[in-house]
Nanobody
């Protein structure tokens, strides 16, 4: 079972940027995974933010972050990044990465129910 460790969270003012990282305990260039970023704010359900298929680099984003967030992978470091720009207070949440080993299904999902390996999360706080 793959292990995932998030890092890079922190506090930033609105309009600022952060990059969070997800270190994966597997060769993501050899073993195909869907890897996603999800977030959960207090009192709210966990929601999908962005995801990538490591086999070809296809991505998907939630409408709320399109044009502001970018997901990417570094095969040499077995790491998936989420670059977050133009941050808003409503982006404040615990951010989790998750993975699912899979062949290419023809699409990239950001539905948390489609992922079965989860990290412990990293907190992102955006102040106004």
């Amino acid at each position: 079972q793959v292990q995932l460790v998030e890092s890079g969270g922190g506090s930033v003012q609105a309009g600022g940027s952060l990059r969070v990282s997800c270190a994966v305990s597997a060769y993501i260039s050899r073993h195909m995974y869907y890897i996603g970023w999800f977030r959960q704010a207090p009192g709210k359900e966990r929601e999908g933010v962005a995801a990538i298929y490591t086999g070809g680099g296809s991505t998907a984003y939630a409408d709320s972050v399109k044009g502001r967030f970018t997901i990417s992978q570094d095969n040499a470091k077995n790491t998936v990044y989420l670059q977050m720009n133009s941050l808003k207070p409503e982006d404040t949440a615990m951010y989790y990465c998750a993975a699912k080993s899979s062949v290419w299904l023809g699409y990239v999902s950001i539905n948390p129910q489609n992922y079965n390996n989860w990290g412990r999360g990293t907190q992102v706080t955006v102040s106004s």
